[in-house]
T-cell receptor, first 114, second 114 residues
Framework: AQSVTQPDIHITVSEGASLELRCNYS??????LFWYVQSPGQGLQLLLK????DTLVQGIKGFEAEFKRSQSSFNLRKPSVHWSDAAEYFCAVVEMDSNYQLIWGAGTKLIIKP | KAGVTQTPRYLIKTRGQQVTLSCSPISGHRSVSWYQQTPGQGLQFLFEYFSETQRNKGNFPGRFSGRQFSNSRSEMNVSTLELGDSALYLC?????????????FGEGSRLTVL
């Protein structure tokens, strides 16, 4: 079965500092890749997606992610975080071999230090 | 454009009872997916409905069921509630389904089972 790994359960970053959240997947072909964000008490919101083409994708709220096939990774980055970025971030992959079901990572909780 | 609406937002039930949750998707969206979110298990896929037909199903017991109406609104039902069913239940809609991964989530229904 395919899987998505987010190795960091929690990450603490100072406001204004840069951010990188890691996501690795196990999948043979090039999958569809996604990052979602969940603010406290809210549902999930799509930040960005990768289907094909340019491996560096831009998303909303100043986020970007880079697909690296050789590393099976799709890490999320932001050059300067704001206190409002405190949330939980989920990486997800579409599993094309299994009815196109979305496979979710366990999530990374981002804590912002003032 | 109205977002995904889930009702009720919060509810408390006791073991053995049953519960019905409702989801109104974004206008024009024909796919509705349901997820269970808990701190221990993360996001777990329950089922997806598209044009009133269940298209995908996760690994949940038969106590969890759902349906979709002709106007794309969906309901999920959990019978014979157990303590472990306490969770945030999220509904997500999309134009064509989970194969594109572009889901729009509601804020969820938080179920507490006592």
């Amino acid at each position: 079965a395919q899987s998505v790994t987010q190795p960091d359960i929690h990450i603490t970053v100072s406001e204004g500092a840069s951010l990188e959240l890691r996501c690795n997947y196990s999948y043979g072909a090039t999958p569809y890749l996604f990052w979602y964000v969940q603010s406290p008490g809210q549902g999930l919101q799509l930040l960005l997606k990768y289907f094909s083409g340019d491996t560096l994708v831009q998303g909303i709220k100043g986020f970007e992610a880079e697909f690296k096939r050789s590393q099976s990774s799709f890490n999320l980055r932001k050059p300067s975080v704001h206190w409002s970025d405190a949330a939980e971030y989920f990486c997800a992959v579409v599993e094309m071999d299994s009815n196109y079901q979305l496979i979710w990572g366990a999530g990374t909780k981002l804590i912002i230090k003032p | 454009k109205a977002g995904v609406t889930q009702t009720p937002r919060y509810l408390i039930k006791t073991r053995g009872q049953q519960v019905t949750l409702s989801c109104s998707p974004i206008s024009g969206h024909r796919s509705v997916s349901w997820y269970q979110q808990t701190p221990g298990q993360g996001l777990q896929f329950l089922f997806e409905y598209f044009s009133e037909t269940q298209r995908n199903k996760g690994n949940f017991p038969g106590r969890f069921s759902g349906r979709q109406f002709s106007n794309s609104r969906s309901e999920m039902n959990v019978s014979t509630l157990e303590l472990g069913d306490s969770a945030l239940y999220l509904c997500a809609s999309s134009l064509s389904g989970g194969n594109t991964g572009e889901l729009f989530f509601g804020e969820g229904s938080r179920l507490t089972v006592l």
